[in-house]
Each structure stands twice: as structure tokens, then as C-alpha cells.
């Protein structure tokens, strides 16, 4: 079975930084791309920015320029580091594990979400 764990939320104000890790755990061979997505209130999950084992990255237009993914393999941690936050950027953060190998075959995980309020 395969863990992922979200850390780094919480309440910052507006302008301010915030750091969200994501650690895999349990018997992983490889994993292909990680993700951050977020969900606020009454609105579809969206992607915030991928990366994939390789180190290509892919941004949403909102993330562009204020926020940064990066992963150590070696680790099988993800990292987002969220720059210049605004009110809008607050909702609850998602981990994904895209195309995760273990000795009993390929599947994808979610971790369960860690909150970000950015205040006004």
C-alpha cells in the first residue's frame, strides 16, 4: 500500500509565502508525475502545477510566476512552494502520485488534502 502525506498549510496573509510537502511512502518502485491540485469551496479540484520524474514541469496560468513545484526521487517527495499568495489561492491542497509503481502493479494515489487560507 502507498501513503501520501501532505504537510505545510495553514493561515499566512496575503503576500506571504507558504511551503507544502508531499512525502510517498510504502513499496514504490518508481512513480512517474507528481502533482499538487486544490479544490476551494464550490469549485471543481484544479491542477496547480505537475512534475514528472524527469523534472518537466506544467503550471496553471494562476500559478505561473508566484508558485514553484520541485521533487527529490530519491526521497519520493514532492514539494510546491507558493510565493506572493493571494486570497483566491486559498483552498484545501492535494498531493498526486501519477502512474505509481510497486511490485503488484501500477495506480495512482491521492493524499488527503492540507488547507491554505491566505487572509486579506
Known amino acids: 500500500q502507498v501513503q501520501l502525506v501532505e504537510s505545510g498549510g495553514g493561515l499566512v496573509q496575503a503576500g506571504g509565502s507558504l511551503r507544502l510537502s508531499c512525502a510517498a511512502s510504502?513499496?514504490?518502485?518508481?512513480?512517474?508525475?507528481m502533482g499538487w491540485y486544490r479544490q476551494a469551496p464550490g469549485k471543481q479540484r484544479e491542477l496547480v502545477a505537475a512534475i514528472t520524474r524527469s523534472g518537466s514541469t506544467n503550471y496553471a496560468d494562476s500559478s505561473k510566476g508566484r508558485f514553484t513545484i520541485s521533487r527529490d526521487n530519491a526521497k519520493n517527495t514532492a514539494y510546491l512552494q507558493m510565493n506572493s499568495l493571494k486570497p483566491e489561492d486559498t483552498a484545501v491542497y492535494y498531493c498526486n502520485a501519477d502512474s505509481v509503481w510497486t511490485p503488484w502493479g501500477r495506480k495512482d494515489y491521492w493524499g488527503q488534502g492540507t488547507q491554505v487560507t491566505v487572509s486579506s
Open positions: 510504502g513499496s514504490i518502485l518508481s512513480i512517474n508525475a
